[in-house]
């Protein structure tokens, strides 16, 4: 049966607000940071318990600790020399979909329908990533995929997936239970394969970093662990198709961190269809995404502003889903996968590239749309990938 004749269903990315059963009563979710002098782990738990503090995890790439804190127990760590800051451990949520329609396949007796013959999304058209092929399908690039995880058995992703790790509970599985980061990934890097779908880098490697929850969500400290984890683990680029409306110093530390590290990063501009770009994608270290159409114009939701660097396919996206399926979705999470697999097609025919020189190369090739230049709805324009590689 192929996709188009698969039976479908219209439903939302569940995307509730986080649990916070396990947190302690009377504790507040806090991430501390330690001066540069103050490195040892366990000594800085052991302070974090003097004051009547729960170590959540700690954060070696802010030199920090995510914490459960009373409230006396903030001003007590402030006047400490060993203490730099105390920081809000902010919610983070995946991008989610305006709307997502998955496919689902049918047959009789219960038996397993063939698998769909293989389509090329139009986006992947549309960034003219079938030409950049002949000359870079992004093989081996060591790409994150910073979400709910990857379905590690979908048919069009196995092959492609090198590793991962859940950040939330390292002890389980990073495969997805939310849907979201397996539609990533496809966009990503779908195996070229005569099946389902293909991605814009379809040779790259792809590394589940589970860093949010089966309902889309969850923790800044989490983002910081996954990003830590990615700087130790030598990847290449981070995609990150999730957000936050507000920031501060640790995230933009960690941040800064990973961009010194020499990986690029990607991220969503955001869903709210206004002016307020989310952060992480707000920052300067970070290439920043808005979702156009298959017109070439902005997506009703797609957030812009002054921050934004690239154009890229966002509504009506189809993807790998969890569950070995396939669906559509719209989003700015679905335009930053576009962008990322551009910067593993670069990467692997530049390897020794920085961020600055990806990004330059991706926004020096950028096919322009609405006013000429740099806008804040386009920023550089429409993301090229066969342009990018031959830059």
């Known amino acids: 049966m192929s996709l188009l004749g698969a039976s479908l269903l219209v439903l939302a990315i569940p995307m509730a607000s986080y649990s916070q059963a396990e947190q302690p009563p009377g504790l507040a979710r806090k991430i501390v940071v330690f001066q540069p002098h103050f490195v040892n782990q366990p000594a800085q738990e052991a302070l974090l318990r003097a004051v009547g503090g729960v170590g959540i995890k700690p954060l070696p790439l802010i030199n920090g600790w995510a914490v459960y804190l009373p409230a006396p127990a903030v001003r007590a760590l402030l006047q400490r020399s060993e203490v730099r800051r105390v920081d809000d451990d902010l919610v983070v949520r995946a991008i989610g979909a305006q709307e997502l329609t998955v496919g689902v396949e049918k047959a009789a007796g219960g038996r397993k329908p063939p698998e769909p013959q293989q389509t090329i999304p139009w986006g992947i ?18 790409v994150a995929v910073l979400d709910t995880g990857i379905d590690l058995t979908h048919p069009d992703l196995k092959d492609n997936i090198a590793g991962g790790i859940n950040v939330i509970n390292p002890k389980k599985s990073y495969n997805d239970d939310n849907g979201h980061g397996t539609h990533v990934a496809g966009i990503i890097a779908a195996i070229n394969n005569q099946i389902g779908v293909v991605g814009v880098a379809p040779r790259a490697k792809l590394y589940a970093v589970k860093v949010l929850g089966a309902n889309g969500t969850g923790w800044l400290s989490d983002i910081i662990d996954g990003l830590g984890w990615c700087v130790r683990s030598g990847m290449q680029v981070i995609n990150m198709s999730l957000g936050s409306s507000s920031s501060n110093t640790s995230f933009a530390e960690a941040i800064d961190a990973v961009y010194r590290a020499g990986i690029v990063q990607v991220a969503a501009a955001g869903n709210e269809g206004s002016s307020q770009v989310s952060y992480p994608a707000a920052y300067d270290q970070v290439i920043a995404v808005s979702a156009t159409d298959s017109n070439d114009q902005l997506a009703s939701f797609s957030n812009y502003g002054p921050q934004i660097d690239l154009a890229a396919p966002g509504v009506n996206i189809l993807s790998t889903w969890k569950g070995g399926g396939y669906a559509y979705a719209s989003g700015t999470s679905m335009a930053a996968p576009h962008v990322t697999g551009v910067v593993a097609l670069r990467l692997a025919a530049h390897p020794n590239e920085g961020p600055d020189a990806v990004k ?21 324009g429409l993301v090229d990938a066969d342009g990018a590689v031959e830059y």
């Open 125 to 142: 058209s549309q960034i003219d990533a079938p030409s950049a092929w002949y000359s870079s399908t992004g093989k081996d690039v060591k």
């Open 360 to 380: 330059t190369a991706l926004q020096s090739t950028a096919r322009d749309l609405g006013d000429p230049g740099w806008d804040q709805h386009y920023g550089a």
